[in-house]
């Protein structure tokens, strides 16, 4: 049981990184993310269906938690981008 919640923990992660990771700079963001969210939607049916609803919980908890943490780090580098260029143009 402890092998198959790690493994959706870290399918969770990737998923949840993928999430962040895709929808910026495509033109429709839009439908590049309802079409990824399909894709784990897909991917939690395939955890449920090989290793049982118990996994399921960590799966998503997981995947959320790596979409947030994504969020922020991009978030994160565009305040210091923005910040290292206004101390470039204040030379």
């Known amino acids: ?15 949840g990184w993928l999430l962040g ?14 079409f990824l969210m399909a894709a784990v939607l897909l991917q939690a049916i395939v955890v449920i269906a090989v290793a049982g609803w118990a996994v399921t919980a960590p799966f998503a908890l997981s995947c959320g938690f790596a979409y947030v943490m994504h969020m922020l780090w991009r978030r994160q580098l565009a305040v210091r981008h923005q910040a290292r260029r206004t101390s470039k143009e204040d030379l």
């Open 1 to 15: 049981m402890l092998l198959r919640s790690l493994g959706g923990i870290g399918l969770g992660f990737v998923w």
């Open 21 to 34: 990771l895709v929808g910026r700079g495509t033109r429709r963001p839009i439908f590049t993310r309802s």
